[in-house]
């Protein structure tokens, strides 16, 4: 098992950035599919960007061009890099991670271990 923690999301004007952090508990490099995930109020919950154990990553294309994921293995954390803030972009965002079975870069794949969230919110 493996416990995720996020942070990093808070309040923006649209056009501005934020780096959100998730801290996994335990080294996920190599045995784990990693991703962010959005939901919005009143919306299904979305998968932004995927990442796999090679490095090789998967965007969602309402993002694309402004959402980055990375991960420090080393300290066990992934990043989403999110620039270029839209209003609609507004929503509680969420990390998780799932055993490697097949494709890491398939967003209908189930995924087993989730964060709490980090709310992020975009003003106009």
């Known amino acids: 098992q493996v416990q995720l923690v996020e942070s990093g999301g808070g309040s923006v004007q649209a056009g501005g950035s934020l780096r959100l952090s998730c801290a996994a508990s335990?080294?996920?490099?190599?045995?784990?599919?990693m991703g962010w995930f959005r939901q919005a109020p009143g919306r299904e919950r979305e998968g932004v960007v995927l990442?796999?154990?090679?490095?090789?990553?998967r965007t969602a294309d309402s993002v694309k061009g402004r959402f980055t994921i990375s991960q420090d293995n080393a300290q066990n954390t992934l990043y989403l890099q999110i620039n270029g803030l839209k209003p609609e972009d507004t929503a509680m965002y969420y990390c998780?991670?799932?055993?490697?079975?097949?494709?890491?870069?398939?967003?209908?794949?189930?995924?087993?271990?989730w964060g709490q969230g980090t709310q992020v919110t975009v003003s106009s």
């Open positions: 998780a991670a799932r055993e490697w079975v097949g494709s890491c870069l398939d967003f209908t794949h189930r995924y087993d271990y």
């Open positions: 335990r080294s996920t490099s190599s045995a784990y599919c």
């Open positions: 990442i796999d154990n090679i490095g090789r990553t």
